[in-house]
């Protein structure tokens, strides 16, 4: 099986070098497709109707001849020299991969080769895996006697990578139940423990395997996302009308996501990681590996506060996901591949000019200040929450730590300057007591664990058995 | 790096939230509203649930026990500092980690209480709640049951991934006033029409509360006894007028006022 090598030194010299259409190690793949070699790839993701999933074939019909018919159409008539399509599999692929999954895998993949085929557009196509693991059933196998669930996404990554899958993902959930707590509760040492340790002991158990199923398939191992984590996070923060979760804490929860991440590249997996890990500058500072992202492209799905910001180091850039549903410019999936391909074309333009730099620059400069969470995944910041965690790489419980810490300390360091970022009064409270909590942990994980597993074992759902404790 | 010191950010966004940020200190919302409670002891226990003060609540509760009658520790003290809090949740004094605190303060204070009660404490009203069949998305419907079972509902909550057949079997046996269903994804959401039919079938025609990210009012709308949540918040006052024996066709009529532009946000 494949091993973990931990990364312990930064893959960029310095943060300069992070621009978008461009990573260390670009990937190629698919139907004459590269990541991160010169250019920013449209990634279109898509869902289905309410009740597409009736039968296999009501679902098939849904994901190829309506929904990659349009997205291909819609690319060629708009002349877009490379698309890249993302399936996240709905619950029903994955609950019985054979009957609904293999099909629509097919039938996707023959659609492709046809348009490449005939016109010569560089296609690709992501399949994320759905990870519907109940921490209550069990995460791993023989644990959860009523689904099968942790068996199940493993067979449904063999079907996709059998099947036509040019990239396997999955929004992997590890550590949720105890993450979920934290963000309920304010809590950033659970969340240190939920994702930073618990969550990444279940990237070990995962990533590994997903690995071996894509080189024995030779299909590219993509990557991650915190979305479980992270991302609810981020979003119960929200916007400045949203009072649920202070920002600060949702940028610390981030940092802390991005070390769990990372653990899908130390197995492995070359990327590009997946649009809706938001971490994915840091993961890209740390790694050289190219990196999806989302923001304005992706408002069919998300309201958040770095529209432009995210576009600064990505090799695509995705709209996230959209239901399937006709909009006056055409299907909702043809009009947001428009809008996403178009700000492609605006990156790629800038390359070929020699002016990436000035408009990544751009981008964060829009975003900068609108956000604690955007201002750490600024390109100087996410390297230096990079180097934070590859100073304790060998680590996941304190580079997890060194994560959190350091985004907190940058976030409270120009909120103290002039012109720096301006914090409301609970995103001022809530700093200065994440940087307090940070600071009162053990420096060794044997001793934070055993902190952590009696301060929160009556977590509801929580079971150390899960994560092999 | 592109020198950013010469951008007025003002031209570029606003911080619409500091700018309305309310002034008041939660010690000053509280002290006026809880000026009517003249009991030293019924009001330490209310300032515990405003306070988050959940390891100290049960030994007030004991102190203000020895007094005044268990169902008015309750009512005039747990439940009147949970008035506190949700005012103060309301004006985005406080975010969701403190109503949550306040809210287990709350419950510890009520548990002391009811030890000493007779009988069993009669509740609003009872509440069935799910997470879809093939969904493991339950941090809504998680805060969801907690503001609800602050606010005095009895909460079956039956988990996530929860079949059709078994919220009908529930909800057949603990006979509720609400039911919830909640979902992220629009291929999930889809049980909640089936769910309506079957209920229908057996005649149970309560309100059917659908929530989550890719739900919708149109599609809640499109099926019998469907009533659309678009925030967690919103339960109690839901399940209110539930117990008032409000059915789908009215919460519908009446949605915009209660819940929607002119409702609880």
Aim: aromatic share 8%; proline share 4%.
């Amino acid at each position: 099986m494949a091993s973990i090598k931990r990364f312990t030194r930064m893959e960029y010299k310095s943060a300069d070098e992070l621009v978008f259409g461009e990573a260390k190690y670009p990937v190629t793949y698919g139907l004459g497709q590269k990541a991160g070699a010169g250019h920013v790839i449209p990634e279109i993701n898509f869902a289905p109707r309410p009740d597409a999933a009736k039968n296999p074939e009501t679902l098939r019909r849904e994901y190829v001849d309506y929904i990659a018919k349009d997205i291909l159409d819609r690319a060629i008539t708009l002349g877009f020299p490379r698309v890249q399509l993302e399936n996240e599999h709905i619950w029903q692929m994955v609950n019985d991969p054979q009957k609904f999954e293999k099909p629509v895998v097919a039938g996707q993949k023959e659609i492709m080769e046809k348009y490449h085929d005939e016109y010569g557009i560089e296609l690709s196509i992501r399949h994320t895996i759905a990870d519907p693991r109940l921490c209550e059933k069990g995460l791993r196998p023989r644990m959860d006697k009523v689904h099968n669930y942790p068996e199940k996404v493993i067979e449904s990554a063999e079907v996709a990578a059998e099947n036509g899958a040019d990239m396997l993902s999955i929004e992997s959930m590890g550590g949720k139940e105890v993450s979920d707590y934290a963000i309920m509760n304010g809590d950033i040492k659970a969340w240190l423990f939920g994702i930073g340790y618990l969550g990444s002991l279940d990237m070990e158990w995962l990533w590994p395997q997903l690995v071996d199923i894509c080189k024995k398939n030779k299909v590219i191992a993509g990557g991650d996302t915190n979305c479980a984590g992270a991302n609810t996070s981020m979003f119960m923060a929200g916007g400045y009308l949203d009072k649920d979760v202070a920002r600060t804490f949702a940028a610390v929860t981030r940092a802390i996501a991005s070390a769990r991440t990372l653990i899908a590249y130390e197995a492995g997996a070359t990327g590009p990681g997946k649009d809706c890990g938001y971490e994915g500058p840091i993961l890209k500072a740390i790694s050289g590996r190219p990196e999806a992202q989302e923001g304005k492209g992706a408002q069919c799905a998300h309201a958040d506060l770095m529209g432009n910001l995210m576009a600064h180091t990505c090799d695509l850039w995705s709209n996230e996901s959209v239901e399937y549903h006709p909009e006056f410019g055409g299907s909702s999936v043809a009009c947001w591949l428009g809008v996403i391909g178009y700000e492609c074309a605006l990156m790629t333009t800038a390359k070929q000019l020699g002016k990436d730099k000035v408009l990544r620059d751009l981008y964060m400069a829009a975003d900068r200040f609108k956000s604690p969470e955007g201002f750490i995944l600024c390109y100087d910041n996410a390297y230096q929450i990079g180097e934070a965690i590859v100073g304790e790489g060998n680590d996941i419980y304190l580079r997890s730590k060194a994560a959190g810490m350091k985004a907190a300390e940058l976030i409270d360091a120009s909120a103290n300057s002039k012109g720096g970022i301006r914090l409301n009064k609970m995103e001022k409270d809530t700093l200065a007591k994440i940087i307090v909590d940070l600071e009162s942990l053990p420096d060794n994980q044997d001793k934070f664990v055993d902190w952590a597993l009696k301060t929160y074992k009556d977590i509801p759902m929580f079971n150390p058995r899960n994560y092999g404790l | 790096m592109i020198d950013t010191s010469n951008v007025n950010y003002e031209e570029v966004f606003r911080r619409y939230d500091i700018e309305t940020e309310a002034k008041e200190k939660p010690e000053a919302v509280a002290a006026k509203i809880l000026a009517s409670v003249s009991d030293g002891k019924l009001k330490k226990v209310a300032e515990d649930v405003v306070f988050m003060n959940y390891k100290g609540v049960e030994e007030d509760v004991k102190a203000a026990l020895e007094k005044t009658k268990p169902e008015d520790v309750i009512e005039k003290g747990l439940v009147k500092g949970m008035d506190v809090v949700s005012e103060l949740y309301g004006r985005g004094i406080y975010y969701l980690p403190q109503v949550m605190v306040a809210a287990k303060a709350m419950e510890l204070g009520i548990k002391t209480a009811e030890s000493k009660m007779k009988g069993e404490r009669e509740l609003k009203g009872t509440v069935v709640m799910h997470v879809a069949e093939g969904d493991p998305h339950d941090i809504g419907k998680n805060i969801a049951a907690v503001l609800l079972r602050s606010n005095g509902y009895t909460v079956v909550d039956m988990g996530r991934d929860v079949p059709v057949d078994e919220v009908v079997k529930m909800v057949e046996e603990k006979k509720p006033q609400m039911v919830t269903g909640t979902a992220l994804m629009t291929t999930t959401m889809s049980a909640f029409p089936t769910i309506a039919e079957r209920l229908i079938e057996k005649g149970i025609e309560i309100p059917f509360v659908c929530a989550g990210g890719a739900v919708n009012r149109v599609f809640v709308e499109s099926y019998p006894l469907g009533v659309y949540a678009n925030k967690a918040v919103q339960g109690p006052v839901l399940a209110s007028k539930a117990v008032e024996g409000w059915n789908y066709q009215k919460f519908r009529l009446k949605w915009d006022e209660l819940v929607g532009a002119h409702g609880a946000k």
